[in-house]
């Protein structure tokens, strides 16, 4: 059974440009996850959906957004991109939410 | 403060030694996770546990849920074990995931 993929890999975007990251869970996942991981900040968890609808939202600014297809893939969007923004993208799926959570290898963005 | 510490920050080993990494933290829970982080990013959920004990192979997680404390146990450690381990826990109003810093573990061979 193919793991949740992320693309792609690696990104290099300057800044003021907007970025959109794709994520495709494991088959038959309903639930995915999105975290941004920084050597400062660590992972922090920028949000959830679950049937096309998002049931949770870190505390990013509104130039982070999301949405999940009717086939479950999810993809997030950035926009006007600040330096700041650089860090590894990784997504989680899982069945349903609150049950164990599946990795994907993440999208190094990287904003210069 | 941090709602999930992690001790220690790093962790330096030799090979077969036991091993173990703590977890802290500080609001109700639903459930914990430990994960493993190799270089180039990609993170492996090892343990998802709400309550007692799960072992894994040379893995071995516990929880207190009274204490609010988390153990990862690693028997007969080995070269490949080397990682960053993560405790993320599931909690509070909205049941997102909360991380510690991460505990960087260094087994020599």
């Known amino acids: 059974k193919a793991g949740v993929t992320q693309t792609p890999r690696y990104l290099i975007k300057t800044r003021g440009q907007q970025v959109t990251l794709s994520c495709s869970p494991i088959s038959g996942h309903r639930s995915v996850s999105w975290y941004q991981q920084t050597p400062g900040q660590g992972l922090q968890f920028l949000f959830e959906?679950?049937?096309?609808?998002?049931?949770n939202k870190g505390n990013f600014p509104g130039r982070f957004s999301g949405r999940q297809f009717s086939n479950s893939r999810s993809e997030m969007n950035v926009s006007t991109l600040e330096l700041g923004d650089s860090a590894l993208y990784l997504c989680?799926?899982?069945?349903?939410?609150?049950?164990?959570?599946?990795f994907g290898q993440g999208t190094r963005l990287t904003v210069v | 403060k941090n709602e999930v510490e992690q001790s220690p920050q790093n962790l330096t080993a030799q090979e077969g030694e036991f091993i173990t990494i703590n977890c802290s933290y500080s609001?109700?829970?639903?459930?914990l996770h430990w994960l493993q982080q190799h270089p180039g990013g990609g993170i492996v959920s090892l343990f998802m546990l709400s309550s007692g004990k799960k072992k894994h192979g040379r893995l071995i997680a516990t929880i207190n849920i009274q204490e609010k404390h988390s153990s990862l146990h690693i028997t007969a450690s080995h070269p490949r074990d080397s990682a960053v381990y993560i405790c993320?826990?599931?909690?509070?109003?909205?049941?997102?995931?909360?991380f510690g810093k991460g505990t960087l573990l260094t087994v020599n061979p």
């Open positions: 609001v109700g829970i639903s459930a």
């Open positions: 959906y679950f049937s096309e609808t998002q049931r």
């Open positions: 993320a826990v599931r909690g509070g109003s909205n049941y997102k995931l909360t």
């Open positions: 989680a799926s899982s069945l349903v939410p609150n049950t164990e959570a599946f």
